[in-house]
């Protein structure tokens, strides 16, 4: 798949990537930056869901451990006023438990480092998979 694509799907969203780590952040920051019509940044989960309180995203790619509040938390906290809001993970922390936990929820699941590649691989299935009127037609 080509980048004009992947922007087909991705061109007209807005998405919110929760890292607590600055390097990692800006990182995710930028290259999503490409891709996104907007891309939010969060330092940690308590900001997440303040930013996402006043600014419901399309997606919300998190980190799960973080300072005054967890990824998990986090999850829970949005998924209890929006069921349906399309999420990924992004950890170092691989354990298969977590990942059904987070894979019965409808949360995808990328283990640090993260390729490009592995990246889209999840990113395209969750852009295509939002309702209609968030689709770049």
Not at 22 to 33: A, D, G, H, K
Not at 52 to 66: E, S
Not at 89 to 101: K, L, N
Request: with cysteine; aromatic share 8%.
């Amino acid at each position: 798949m080509d980048i004009y694509e992947v922007r087909r799907w991705t061109s007209e969203l807005n998405i919110l990537v929760v890292e607590d780590d600055e390097v990692l952040r800006e990182s995710f920051q930028q290259l999503l930056s490409y891709l996104f019509a907007e891309v939010d940044a969060a330092v940690d989960g308590q900001d997440a869901f303040d930013q996402w309180v006043k600014k419901q995203h399309d997606i919300v790619v998190t980190d799960l451990n973080m300072p005054r509040l967890s990824g998990f938390r986090l999850i829970e906290k949005i998924h209890q006023q929006a069921p349906q809001q399309a999420m990924i993970v992004i950890s170092a922390y691989e354990d298969e438990i977590f990942q059904q936990a987070l894979t019965a929820q409808q949360v995808n699941y990328l283990i640090k480092p993260v390729s490009l590649e592995g990246l889209l691989n999840v990113l395209i299935p969750v852009c295509q998979s939002l309702p209609l009127e968030h689709q770049g037609y």
